[in-house]
């Protein structure tokens, strides 16, 4: 089977390295399985592998590609130095010894700290790391473009060497076509790990599905300075909230480096042009929005640093598919999240292992007892990947979205009633339970392996049971 995954982030690299520890080998004598990753752009400051040729294969799915490798891609490119703030490591999700790596050179939180709204007052610590007894799960703060990514990719690397990844613009996918022709490429399957512009995407559902913008922007960037005790103290990032806005910062990386993140996050009825960007305005509206907040850790930063880039949010809408006929969309492409679920690539890496296994067990049904094609195994992993999928997901994005009207513009009541909520739930966390039952189980507890096994084994009984 030839496999092409467009984008080489954290999707298509994690996607990459799952294909390539589960999917069974192909009975002799057909050739071995192939997996090429597609990227636009090539990785800042390291040199480029150079294009290889793949092995021709009867045409399946054709994507138009550039003669010159150096074009501009669809996909946008990530602004430049901007905070990760956040990830969550999933240690059954992320593939090893990635996770190590991140861990090592990130800085581990064990606690979200609230510990004042806009006007000073302590609320608490609205959450100590609940990650703990999940074995394997910890949230890392990282610099972007240096975290679980990199990580992945570097791994992809060290695998499949410099032929690996092909840094060449993908413009679209379908089926259909004629060998040979100039400019595109065939393959079995093609999985659309290309971000939230996903063009995989708009070749299957067109433009009815364009990314949704969110009505927030947010600025951020990096500090070299000391860390806050709080931070230190307690392995901990500090949000605050405030009538017009969110500002949260905390660590990128082991405390003795000292290089604290930063972002704020405010409501903007139009989205933000970067390429009109005037970054003294908006060093001047980021001020006056936060210059009556009392945490003196803020108004520091928000008097000395400086940034290139504005970030409006967008998220991808919910789609009727994740694929069909060997298209297949992972992470940001069919599902791009808020920001404040802080789940962007957590689940992206549960993606492309949920994918992976349930290809590979249909896989060793076609290969094993030729229980169908590979194009129906394709198939059948496909509708499983969004059945088991989809739902998760879904409820994640749901509960990001009623976070998010806390980061947009409130009145005075409102403010209050936040300001309380947060105290209520600091102090007594069983009431957040009673309201919105086991949310840290539902989310740190799920197995991709017991869920795909189980769902798996229900259609196979099923099947047989009408045969």
């Known amino acids: ?62 994507h138009p590609l550039p003669d010159e490798p150096s074009a501009t891609a669809h996909r946008r490119r990530r602004p430049r130095r901007r905070p990760q703030r956040h990830a969550r ?6 593939p090893p010894p990635c996770g190590d790596r991140v861990r090592a050179q990130g800085f581990p939180v ?25 074995p394997g799960e910890v949230c890392v703060g990282e610099l972007a473009g240096g975290g679980c990514g990199a990580s ?51 070749t299957l559902f067109g433009d009815g599905f364009a990314p949704k913008y969110t009505g927030l922007a947010g600025i951020g960037g990096f500090i070299n300075k000391p860390l806050p005790e709080e931070v ?30 930063w972002w704020s996050t405010y409501q903007s009825a139009t989205v933000p042009n970067r390429k009109i960007l005037d970054a003294a305005a908006v060093k001047k509206q980021l001020q006056d929005r ?29 789609l009727p598919h994740w694929g069909e006929k060997g298209l297949v969309l992972i992470g940001d492409s069919c599902h791009a999240l808020p920001p404040t679920s802080g789940q962007g690539a957590s689940q992206a890496l549960e993606d492309s292992l949920t994918f992976s296994l349930a290809l590979a ?36 994005a749901v509960a990001a979205e009623r976070m998010d009207g806390n980061k947009k513009d409130m009145g005075f009541v409102m403010e209050m009633i936040l300001y309380g909520f947060i105290w209520l739930v600091s102090k007594y966390p069983w009431i957040m339970k009673m309201m919105a039952g086991d949310v840290n189980g539902r989310l740190y507890s799920w197995k991709a392996e017991e869920v795909v096994h189980k769902t798996v084994a229900k259609k196979d009984t099923a099947s047989a049971t009408a045969a």
């Not at 609230?114 to 609205?126: E, F, L, N």
């Open 1 to 62: 089977m030839k496999i092409i995954i467009i984008g080489a982030g954290i999707a298509g690299t994690s996607t990459y390295l799952h294909l390539t520890k589960h999917l069974p080998a192909p009975p002799s004598p057909s050739a071995p399985h192939t997996i090429t990753i597609y990227e636009s752009h090539r990785p800042r400051a390291s040199p480029s592998p150079s294009p290889s040729s793949t092995t021709p294969h009867t045409p399946r799915h054709h």
């Open 89 to 94: 490591v999933p240690g059954r999700s992320c």
């Open 110 to 134: 064990r606690a979200f700290h609230v510990p004042r709204g806009a006007r000073g007052w302590k609320a608490g610590v609205a959450c100590r790391w609940p990650m703990i007894g999940y």
């Open 152 to 202: 992945c990719g570097k791994e992809v690397g060290s695998k499949g060497g410099a032929g690996a990844v092909r840094y060449r613009r993908v413009t679209g996918g379908g089926g259909g076509g004629e060998e040979g022709v100039v400019g595109e490429e065939s393959a079995d399957l093609v999985v659309g790990a290309d971000g939230v512009w996903s063009s995989v995407r708009k």
């Open 232 to 261: 230190v103290k307690d392995k901990s990032m500090v949000f605050t909230f405030g009538r017009n806005g969110f500002f949260g910062y905390g660590s990128v990386g082991p405390a003795e480096t000292n290089n604290m993140m």
């Open 290 to 318: 936060h210059r009556n907040w009392k945490d003196p850790v803020i108004q520091d930063i928000i008097k000395t640093v400086d940034f290139d880039s504005i970030n409006p949010t967008w998220t991808t809408p919910p």
């Open 361 to 396: 067990h249909y896989l060793s049904k076609c290969y094993d007892s030729g229980d169908g094609t590979e194009r129906d195994a394709l198939e059948a992993a496909t509708k499983v990947y969004y059945e088991v999928r989809q739902p998760r997901v879904q409820e994640i």
